[in-house]
Each structure stands twice: as C-alpha cells, then as structure tokens.
C-alpha cells in the first residue's frame, strides 16, 4: 500500500468515526442521555494506519443512571 493509499485508508477511516459519532448524540439523545465527552479520540488518530477510537468519555452520576436506566428497558423489551 502506498503513502497516499494509506492516508486516504486513515482519512476514511476518520470519516466513519465522526458520523458513528454524530448517530451516537443523536441516539443518546433520544434515549434521554447526554453523553458531553462523547467524541473521537484524537490520539487515535495519529499515524499512517490509525486505530480510530470513540469516547464515550467521562460523565455525571444523573447520566450514568439515565443510560443504565435505558439499557435495563432495552433488556427487558427483548
């Protein structure tokens, strides 16, 4: 694979990660959830062959339940 074959592999690779990330916010926030960390992890990012990363990031005790609260319905509807 070539240096511009790569970069372009990375580059895409990038692309999916900030339209998960986008569907994720939406999603979240339709569940009631707001996530405020959730992003790409830049670090990942770095390289010729990056390991894209999601961060779900750090939040609060309320949201913490509220996801629980939304997985724990999830789980019991199917």
Do not use: H, W, Y
Request: positive net charge; aromatic residues 2%; glycine residues 4%.
């Amino acid at each position: 694979m070539t240096t511009t074959e790569r970069r372009r592999a990375a580059v895409a690779k990038i692309r999916e990660a900030e339209e998960l990330v986008a569907v994720l916010k939406e999603r979240f926030a339709r569940a009631g959830v707001k996530l405020p960390s959730l992003r790409i992890d830049l670090a990942s990012c770095a390289g010729d062959d990056p390991a894209v990363l999601v961060d779900l990031g750090r939040c609060n005790l309320a949201a913490a339940q509220q996801l629980s609260r939304v997985l724990e319905e999830k789980a019991a509807a199917s």
